[in-house]
Structures are given as C-alpha cells and as structure tokens.
Nanobody
Framework: QVQLVESGGGLVQAGGSLRLSCASS????????IAWFRQAPGKEREFAAA????????DYSDSVKGRFTISRDNAKNTVYLQMNSLNPDDTVVYYC?????????????????WGQGTQVTVSS
C-alpha cells in the first residue's frame, strides 16, 4: 500500500514559481514510477510530468515542458514538481500518482495510487 500526500500549492502571481511535493509513507516508494497530473474545474485530469523509479528519466507534457521540472529523492520518499513561469492557465488542482508498471502513461487508468490533490492558483 502506498499513500501519497501532496503539498506546496497556493496562490502565486503570474511569472512566479512554486514547488510541489508528493510524499509517500510506503517503504517501497522507489518501486513506483510517479507522475503529476492536473485538473481544471469541469475538465478531465491531464498528464503533466513523470519520473522513473530512480529518477534518471523524465517526461513532460507540451504544456509544461521547459517550465516545470520533476525530480525525486527516494531517501525521503518524495517527488517534487518545480514550477516556474506560472501563468493563469496553470490554475488547477495538481495530483501525484504512482504506478508499479514498467513505464508511465499519460492517462489516469494505469495508476494504482493517487494523492488528494493540491490547489495552485495563479493570479494575473
């Protein structure tokens, strides 16, 4: 069982930065690929970024590439999402998710565990 808890959301001005954290209480955290998804009101949850088990490989959606950086510290059972150059379109709820599969996926159904989400609001 893996429990995921996101933190670090909040209110920021356009052009600003935030760092989200996804902490796990499980002892087998490094057995999981971790992804960040985001969801705007009334819209489907969409893939933002993913990181391999040891952190060597990452992937990003076109909407965040070049602005967001995903990283992980397995000793701390935590994955981070550094978000720079934020704009009002980034005003969504961010979720982290874990999969024990061999790769990551950009759709939600392949993920085994989810956090409760953290709200990010970017003011113009």
């Amino acid at each position: 069982q893996v429990q995921l808890v996101e933190s670090g959301g909040g209110l920021v001005q356009a052009g600003g930065s935030l760092r989200l954290s996804c902490a796990s209480s499980g002892r087998t955290f490094n057995n999981y690929i971790i992804a960040w998804f985001r969801q705007a009101p009334g819209k489907e949850r969409e893939f933002a970024a993913a990181i391999s088990r040891r952190g060597a490989v990452t992937d990003y959606s076109d909407s965040v590439k070049g602005r967001f950086t995903i990283s992980r510290d397995n000793a701390k059972n935590t994955v981070y999402l550094q978000m720079n150059s934020l704009n009002p379109d980034d005003t969504v709820v961010y979720y982290c998710a874990a999969t024990g599969g061999s790769t990551w996926y950009v759709t939600t159904e392949y993920y085994d565990y989810w956090g409760q989400g953290t709200q990010v609001t970017v003011s113009s």
